[in-house]
């Protein structure tokens, strides 16, 4: 079969060559419409609950978007003439952009607390400083300790101040979101037929076209700023932070580590490749295969509107190192065929190599593919569609791998006798004499050492701060963490009070035990750490009750100004915290990711049992927004990731037993597997890494890797064993003669690309690139030494075996 | 000739005022030891949290003091209550009075605040409060506050010399003495006289008895008294009443359109404002610089919440 195979590549190389450059075109082509998503909606199982209500509240509360620069006298003081001069010229500046709707600052935000009095009358645009020019005494007291304004426009120590500039929504895309959102909330209390399915995927389709443009037009609109800012960096330092500067700075920092470390992989595995095979062929044909595989798979995806999300960013990564893999097997099994055979002719060395290894790589790319098909039973939307990118990427990487390798040689004549290096042929014989004498001390040691990292799993957490994920040393963190510190963190998180019933009074915008409620809750949440700015409507209560000569005012006072102030004005003040057709209350924080040792999951929990303490019933709120959606997905994929890795193990097993016939093959084979995911997971417990929306398919990452290394390994050990007059020790020795080589160099080959990754300012892109690199070498280690010795103890050649195999 | 009907009036006022006051002074007794706790025990007063870093206390922001006939907070006890058990005759009186404005009193003040320009209205302000500086200095006298009491004597004295009969106000612009209103109800609270009971007077709207007896009582005692004559005095008083009034019209109207039950609304908001001023006592005068410094909140523009309807003015 196989050899059938091989005489029709060999004989149509050409014809395959062209096939192989006309997909490679029009894959090209269709690649332009390949999109990587990262959206928080990608993220999520299709119509979470959460999410959904996420989406719910921000359309009924409609908090605007914003970017905070915060602006940090380096010589004079906040509340200084110079400073009031500088800071009106970079707000009209600002407000030319055609997006920005308003830029709020300290010298133009209605300054309520000097009203004296609470007057109904009330006309916010003559209480500013810009309507009175105040000295600059007189604003250091204003802000001084002001309910609303401190941490949002002031930092507590008064050292820097911060402009909001607020952007325009989009009201075409607002349409179709709420849209959009009144079909979704039947969600919250039943399901979606299919034809709400169907309208809501129209709109999305429609949204589409709007928000690339806006995402572009945000990118200039932050490139505008830092250069608006700019002239003014010699007397004050001037930062940039808020949700959208903090993704933008992340896609331009993936952007350029993907240009530069991509490069630098690739030039550093040419180089590799080279020193190891030293012939330029060696090089291209892997560069070729890979190059291919990427873009066939790419352009597949496009046609399939497959996305690429935070979490499968890393498949061509991955598929990278699967093709190398493939491939540097190939090339030395042809090289070694090449040193025994020196008569035979280009083809038949072919022949021969496609012969020998159509198998154990098929059966590699269909084990892994079965790997990351139990993905599929995740439930969780990105993780299925990793789990699918990758099968395809397999099947294309295979495919592509074993028609070119034959097909681009045919071309070539035969050339020369090649054979390994000193130090390979070393490193070998060293590995498989190991093996062979030590066979006790190594399954010790693997028991000890593996039983002793993987432990690590029970300290494994999940955490996500998007901060963290800027390397220390960078200015990018730097800013960001100095408005997340001082201007009232970062990733929003919502509380969302309804009313209960029984406090509802038809007389009454809000009665006094409402406000005391919010109040109490308000007072316990700002004392956690970890929280930044906190707003509600009760910090207007506290504002009036400071310009109340410190008396609380009663709730009928609350309702007189309530009804008495113009609609427009409370709409301006209090809408983003009041909803009185829903009878509902918002407080509104932002949490510091900056927070050191912060455990997200366990602030929630605390957040809900003080709740409980506080007597509030956990049906009349809820938590949303970025914070507590991120914690929910990366939590569902922590539990989704432990629960499918038993899955993934079940399968692996399953299908080697159907590759090997053999239970004990089988479950043999699938140890060091094991073995490698568990103690890359257990690394990163003792270590203290957390998994994040980035490294949290590591798991799947080191399995694919590992199992690659396994099937060649065992698949050779086998066909050795079978062979006449052959034992264990000869069949290992065979092995590593052969395969073993193969294994040293892909293993040298990615893990030493990989590393190079830690070089970078992404603190993701480092932590994949030493892990990837790690499970490497783990694969590497435990299918040289615990997987041989195995082998050797259990799996003897079987007469009856030898018949089967030479019959099939 | 002439005195005869002040004396008159003085006698009747004084009956109806003692009459007033005993009963303030009276229902006060059933209510103390209710009060009591809230008034001296400074914890009633605030909120107490516990959670998981510990237990603390804050003050609120917004309070509240239901009437006992109400549903909300029967059950908690530690609530100061108030009752209106002069119900019965306040109703009637505030129906009457509600009409009085519907019909005459805000139609009327929108015609005067239509015609009368901004710094004539402001004058008359300037001289109602200026007529009054008298008694705000004797009140401050009785409360031993002696040298809020000289203030006021001086104001008095710029402001009706230098201020052209006070009509204008250069005891604030010019000398920086501040207004500092004080009443009879000031004085008898700084007494601990209770206020008695929620009280609707015809055409001054609600009060209390305390409040009631100090309004009535001012009258009588107001300087307008001793320089004119009876129907004049009455017209003064009246048109300072009215003068009072109209830029609390359109707010009367408007929270009166969006309630269902006005009475038990206007009687909420005035009786919940006053247990919170007993409660919680105006603290410094960091306001008072704030206001100083705020060139555009001028004493007309400035209302008062807890004068949204005339209840303690002089008339």
Redesign the interface.
């Given at each position: 079969m196989s050899a059938f195979l091989a005489n029709i590549i060999i004989r149509h190389a050409k014809l395959i060559l062209v096939l192989f450059t006309i997909c490679g075109v029009l894959a090209a082509w269709s690649a332009q419409q390949f999109k990587i998503d990262a959206s928080a909606d990608t993220l999520l199982i299709k119509n979470n609950k959460m999410f959904v209500e996420t989406q719910v509240m921000n359309e009924r509360f409609s908090p605007q978007e914003f970017i905070l620069v915060a602006y940090k006298p380096k010589a004079h003081e906040v509340f200084s003439q110079q400073s009031f001069n500088d800071i009106q010229q970079i707000s009209s500046e600002l407000k030319r952009l055609p997006r920005v709707a308003d830029v709020t600052n300290i010298l133009n935000v209605p300054l309520l607390?000097?009203?004296?009095?609470?007057?109904?009358?009330l006309?916010p645009e003559?209480?500013t400083w810009q309507?009175?020019h105040?000295s600059s005494e007189?604003m250091r007291e204003v802000f001084t300790d002001h309910p609303l304004f401190t941490d949002l426009l002031v930092n507590k120590d008064q050292t820097a101040t911060a402009m909001q500039i607020v952007f325009k929504p989009n009201a075409e895309l607002r349409d179709i979101q709420s849209q959009i959102i009144a079909i979704q909330k039947t969600i919250l209390d039943g399901e979606l037929t299919e034809q709400d399915e169907q309208k809501i995927a129209e709109l999305k389709k429609q949204a589409e076209p709007i928000e690339q443009k806006l995402k572009k037009t945000r990118q200039q609109e932050i490139k505008q700023i830092y250069q608006t800012i700019e002239p003014f960096k010699d007397d004050a330092d001037l930062y940039l932070g808020g949700a959208y500067v903090l993704g933008q700075q992340m896609i331009d920092i993936i952007q350029s580590d993907l240009v530069i470390f991509g490069s630098a992989i690739g030039l550093a595995i040419c180089l590799i490749l080279f020193i190891f095979f030293r012939k330029i062929r060696w090089v291209i044909l892997p560069l070729l295969c890979c190059g291919l595989s990427v873009i066939l798979t790419v352009g597949l995806f496009g046609l399939l509107d497959f996305r690429a999300t935070v979490i499968s960013s890393n498949f061509i990564a991955l598929q990278l190192i699967l093709t190398l893999a493939v491939v540097v097997h190939l090339i030395v099994e042809f090289r070694q065929l090449e040193e025994q055979n020196s008569e035979a002719n280009q083809q038949e060395l072919l022949r021969q190599t496609f012969v020998n290894k159509f198998k154990p790589c098929l059966y590699a790319g269909i084990t892994t593919s079965v790997g990351f098909a139990s993905l599929i039973f995740s439930g969780i939307q990105p993780v299925v569609s990793f789990g699918w990118m990758m099968i395809v990427a397999m099947c294309v990487s295979i495919f592509s791998s074993l028609l070119l390798f034959p097909a681009v040689l045919a071309s070539f004549k035969r050339k020369g006798d090649s054979h390994e290096s000193r130090i390979s042929q070393k490193v070998v014989s060293v590995l498989s004499a190991f093996t062979l004498k030590r066979p006790t001390f190594i399954v010790f040691i693997s028991v000890i050492v593996g039983g002793g990292l993987i432990f690590g799993i029970v300290k494994l957490n999940v955490e996500n701060s998007f901060l963290n994920y800027f390397k220390e040393s960078t200015q990018v963190r730097t800013e960001l963490e100095f408005i997340d510190r001082e201007f009232g963190g970062s990733t929003p998180l919502d509380f969302i009070y309804t009313v209960p019933e029984?406090e509802r009074?038809?007389?009454l915008v809000?009665?006094?035990?409402t406000?005391?409620t919010l109040?109490?809750i308000q007072?316990?949440m700002r004392?956690y750490e970890a929280t930044g700015n906190i707003t509600s409507v009760?910090n207007f209560?506290?504002l009036?009750?400071?310009?109340n000569?410190?008396?609380?005012?009663?709730?009928?006072?609350?309702t007189?100004?309530y009804?008495?102030l113009d609609k427009s004005l409370t709409e301006q003040l209090l809408g983003a915290y009041f909803n009185p057709e829903n009878n509902q209350l918002r407080i509104s924080t932002r949490i510091q990711d900056s927070t050191e040792n912060f455990n997200r999951a366990e602030f929630l929990e605390?957040f809900r049992?003080?709740l409980a303490?506080?007597d509030i019933d956990p049906k009349s709120y809820s938590l949303t927004n970025l914070f507590v959606l991120y914690q929910d997905i990366l939590q569902r994929l922590f539990s989704s990731q432990i629960m499918t890795l038993g899955l993934v193990f079940a399968a692996l097993t399953l299908v080697l037993l159907v590759i090997f016939r053999s239970i004990k093959v089988a479950l043999i084979a699938v140890i060091p597997n094991i073995l490698t995911t568990l103690v890359i997971l257990g690394v990163m417990g003792w270590l203290g890494i957390a998994l994040d929306l980035m490294t949290i398919t590591i798991s799947a990452i080191a399995m694919g890797i590992a199992v690659d290394d396994t099937i060649h390994f065992v698949h050779r050990y086998l066909e050795e064993l079978n062979r006449e007059n052959s034992d264990g020790d000869i069949a290992i020795k065979k092995t590593f003669k052969s395969v073993g080589y193969a294994l040293i160099y892909t293993t040298t080959i990615i893990a030493v690309g990989f590393s190079l990754l830690s070089f970078s300012d992404f603190v993701p892109s480092i932590l994949f690139g030493l892990l990837t690199s790690l499970a490497m070498l783990l694969a590497f280690i435990t299918d040289t030494t615990l997987l041989p010795v195995l082998l050797r103890k259990f799996v003897k050649p079987k007469p009856q075996k030898i018949q089967a195999q030479s019959n099939s | 000739m002439l005195t005869r009907p002040i004396l008159k009036k003085i006698i009747t006022g004084g009956v109806l005022s003692m009459t007033l006051l005993l009963t303030a002074c009276s229902t006060n007794d059933v209510q103390h030891t209710v009060e009591q706790p809230v008034n001296s025990n400074v914890s009633g007063s605030e909120l107490v949290i516990t959670s998981s870093h510990g237990t603390q206390t804050i003050e609120p922001t917004v309070v509240s003091y239901p009437a006992p006939n109400s549903v909300q907070d029967k059950q908690n006890s530690d609530v100061t209550t108030f009752n209106d058990p002069l119900e019965f005759i306040n109703r009637p009186i505030f129906a009457f009075n509600d009409k009085l404005f519907e019909y005459v009193l805000i139609p009327a003040a929108k015609g005067y605040t239509k015609v009368v320009p901004d710094p004539v209205r402001s004058s008359v302000g300037h001289f109602f409060s200026n007529i009054r500086e008298p008694l705000n200095a004797l009140n401050q006298l009785f409360q031993g506050e002696v040298s809020d009491s000289g203030k006021s004597v001086g104001r008095f004295a710029i402001n009706s010399t230098i201020g052209l009969l006070g009509f204008f106000d250069p005891a604030t612009a010019w000398f920086e003495i501040d207004e500092n209103v004080s009443t009879i109800n000031d004085t008898l609270m700084k007494y601990d006289v209770g206020y008695g009971s929620y009280l609707v007077l015809p055409f001054l709207g609600q009060s209390d008895l305390r409040n009631g007896f100090s309004t009535i009582t001012e009258s009588i005692f107001s300087p307008i008294q001793y320089v004119t004559e009876n129907p004049e005095t009455l017209y003064i008083q009246a048109y300072g009443g009215f003068h009072a009034f109209t830029p609390e019209a359109p707010t009367y109207e408007k929270l009166r359109s969006e309630t269902d039950d006005p009475y038990v609304f206007f009687r909420n908001l005035y009786m919940q404002s006053m247990l919170r001023d007993q409660q919680y006592p105006a603290q410094g005068s960091l306001n008072d610089k704030a206001q100083q410094g705020n060139p555009n909140t001028s004493d007309e523009n400035t209302q008062d919440l807890d004068t949204d309807v005339p209840a303690s003015q002089p008339e």
């Open positions: 607390s000097l009203s004296g009095k609470l007057d109904p009358n006309k003559q209480l309507a009175n105040y007189k029984s009074r038809d007389d809000m009665s006094a035990k406000i005391q109040q109490k007072h316990v004392q009760v209560t506290e009036a009750k400071k310009i000569q410190g008396r609380p005012l009663t709730e009928y006072e609350l007189v100004i009804t008495l605390t049992s003080d303490l506080l | -």
